[in-house]
């Protein structure tokens, strides 16, 4: 800190300012540093070494599997992740927007199909898929939503008999550490969660929450009523949502299970090594262990009881079929001789769509930049303020129903308040959203003057379905991803119920309040109708349609290998020792934020495993 003694407005000095102010800058500087967290280590393992299970992906799903089978300490388990340590900004809840690079994101793209998205730059959107221990939830926007019952009685009525409402509820609240003193103080929520679970629940620590409160009572006055507990409410009507953060830091399944296991005895953990092809035998269809490349090697490594597959909904089918598990037409057509004829694999492709709501105001107004230093040194004092919680949403959603009594959740709502003239815009525009130039400049040109509500619409029970295949036999080329979104001609006519519903906010109290008024985004081919018209949000939907990043059901779980991939136990049709374990197995896509169900399903998957081998409790 010399260059602050030697700053030249500080001259004449009698040398105690200079130290004073050096010591309060040193201070901050070293509070940045108690975010980081050490390193997971490489450990040294030779080709073809044995191992009782492998594990490939240490991602959501992984790092609860490595944690609970470890647990049983004759096992001896090898965890094989392709990304890495987590950076500093996944521990830092406001900088989950920043992950984009390369080294932490596998950063997929759809495919055109040149009917949806065509707003968006070369008609793909984003897909983004963490690529570091944590997977997807160490850059996820930290939302714990349970999903609901219902959700899961369609999963068992589908003939799935191991996923009892009892089984399903038991395995959250293995889950769950809930940390949130107002919460807890109130009995049914209290009781509702889980108290001794690995994963730490709190609320973010958000310290501007007048914003916020004023949509919650916007949406309260539209019908969807506030509720101290979403995932308690059975997802209906709206709140604040429960957040897998707590003190200001993130806290993903690496931070929760992984991060205490990784210098465990019987558990091997080897980064950036990437998965290439399971080992099957030819004649009886048994998995014996992965051909894997790390540092440009290729090695072996073999498992004497399974192989679990934890590699997301994008990277699971992808392995499978490079392995020869698929549709035997698809995987001919590509080279790759096909072990086990299962048509399932890849299809079956289900996500929450985003569509985007528009909403200008008078408020809120950039804060001056002393208060955007100010609220940064916050985070380092204390760990409040923006950092605190996420950046690309705020902590408020809403679920809500076209039914006049609802039980279950068609649509939900998320929120990103951008203030008026905020430069970041377009960034966030062109880059998360890919949107191309004329949407972008119509937002930009409004946010001059206006701040900008922008509301995420979800459909949360879509009929339509998406695919992923080969584009060749090389494991290092990315798969083809056709989303589909509204190939079923229902979804349209539900979303654009949705929207009309949600639109209806410029009229509430608050947004009277301050001139609230709906934005045109402006693309040609909507530009024909009428804003607000349901053929203006038929168009909005069908061009401006992306992600909310939720991919699942592409390894669907059913009795039948003909319509299904893995069995209610999540063992792989027609292949002994191999499972699948993470969003690829979900037959249909739950309500809400889908890194709960994916945590959970991991949790019952280790039950599965240790009652098989031995009936460990
Ligand atoms: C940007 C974003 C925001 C999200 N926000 C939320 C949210 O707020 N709330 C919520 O509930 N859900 C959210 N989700 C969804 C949720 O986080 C994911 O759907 C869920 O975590 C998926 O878990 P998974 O275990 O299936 O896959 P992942 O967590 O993605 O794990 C897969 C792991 O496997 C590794 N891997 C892949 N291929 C290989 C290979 N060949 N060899 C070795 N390793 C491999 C990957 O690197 C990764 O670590 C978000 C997702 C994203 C991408």
């Not at 609320?203 to 506030?226: C, P, Q, V």
């Not at 934020?593 to 081998?613: L, T």
Request: proline share 5%; net charge neutral.
């Amino acid at each position: 800190m010399t260059w602050c003694n030697n700053a030249s407005c500080l001259a004449p000095t009698t040398g105690a300012s200079p130290q004073i102010f050096a010591a309060t800058l040193q201070y901050f500087a070293a509070a940045q540093c108690l975010l980081s967290h050490q390193n997971v280590p490489d450990t040294p393992i030779l080709n073809f070494q044995s191992f009782d299970f492998i594990i490939i992906g240490g991602g959501t799903a992984g790092s609860v599997l490595a944690k609970r089978l470890s647990e049983v300490k004759h096992w001896n388990i090898l965890l094989i992740e392709a990304g890495g340590d987590p950076p500093v900004e996944s521990h830092i809840p406001g900088l989950d927007n920043s992950m984009t690079n390369d080294v932490f994101n596998w950063n997929y793209l759809s495919v055109d199909n040149g009917i949806i998205n065509q707003a968006i730059i070369n008609g793909s959107i984003n897909l983004s898929r963490g690529k570091m221990f944590g997977g997807s939830s160490s850059l996820s926007e930290m939302h714990y939503i349970r999903g609901h019952d219902r959700d899961y009685q369609n999963w068992f009525n589908a003939g799935n008999i191991d996923w009892t409402h009892d089984d399903i509820h038991r395995c959250f609240k293995k889950i769950e550490n809930l940390q949130n003193e107002k919460m807890l103080k109130d009995p049914a929520i209290n009781k509702y969660y889980g108290d001794k679970g690995q994963l730490i629940l709190n609320r973010f620590n958000s310290t501007n929450r007048d914003i916020a409160n004023n949509i919650l009572k916007s949406w309260h006055e539209m019908g969807f009523r506030y509720v101290p507990d979403l995932n308690m409410g059975g997802l209906m009507g709206s709140g604040i949502v429960t957040a897998t953060a707590t003190n200001g830091e993130r806290q993903s399944t690496y931070t929760a299970y992984l991060e205490p296991i990784k210098n465990k005895w019987n558990v091997k953990i080897l980064k950036n090594t990437r998965a290439r092809k399971l080992l099957i035998t030819k004649d009886s269809k048994l998995c014996f262990g992965v051909e894997v490349e790390k540092e440009g090697k290729i090695l072996n490594f073999y498992a004497t009881h399974e192989v679990i597959l934890s590699a997301g909904a994008v990277n699971t089918p992808h392995l499978l079929m490079l392995s020869g598990i698929g549709s035997k037409d698809h995987l001919l057509a590509k080279n790759i001789s096909c072990l086990v004829d299962s048509p399932m694999v890849g299809q079956n492709l289900q996500d929450h769509l985003l569509v985007p709501i528009t909403v200008y105001g008078d408020g809120p107004e950039k804060p001056p930049e002393k208060e955007t230093h100010r609220d940064v040194a916050n985070y380092l004092l204390d760990r409040t303020g923006r950092l605190a919680e996420s950046a690309k949403f705020t902590d408020i959603t809403a679920f809500y129903s076209t039914k006049n009594n609802p039980f279950h959740p068609e649509f939900q709502l998320h929120l990103s308040i951008v203030p008026k003239n905020t430069t970041d815009l377009e960034g966030m525009l062109k880059y998360q959203y890919r949107y191309k130039d004329p949407i972008i400049d119509s937002m930009t040109k409004l946010n001059k003057n206006h701040s900008l509500y922008f509301f995420g619409f979800n459909l949360l029970h879509p009929y339509s379905r998406g695919n992923i295949s080969l584009n060749t036999n090389n494991p290092k080329d990315a798969p083809f991803i056709f989303t589909n979104y509204f190939s079923d001609a229902s979804d349209l006519k539900m979303a654009v119920q949705g929207l009309k519903m949600a639109s209806k906010v410029v009229k509430t109290n608050f947004f009277k309040s301050i001139r609230g008024f709906l934005g045109r985004m402006n693309w040609p081919a909507c530009n024909v109708f009428e804003l607000d018209s349901e053929g203006y949000w038929e168009c909005v939907s069908m061009n401006l349609v992306t992600s909310m990043s939720h991919l699942v059901g592409t390894c669907k779980m059913g009795p039948d290998p003909e319509s299904a991939v893995v069995n209610s136990r999540l063992k792989v049709h027609g292949v002994s020792h191999l499972r699948v374990v993470d969003a690829s197995v979900m037959p249909e896509i739950t309500s809400g934020n889908i890194n709960a169900p994916c945590i959970m399903v991991a949790e019952r998957a280790a039950e599965f495993i240790k009652e098989e081998y031995f009936n460990f409790k």
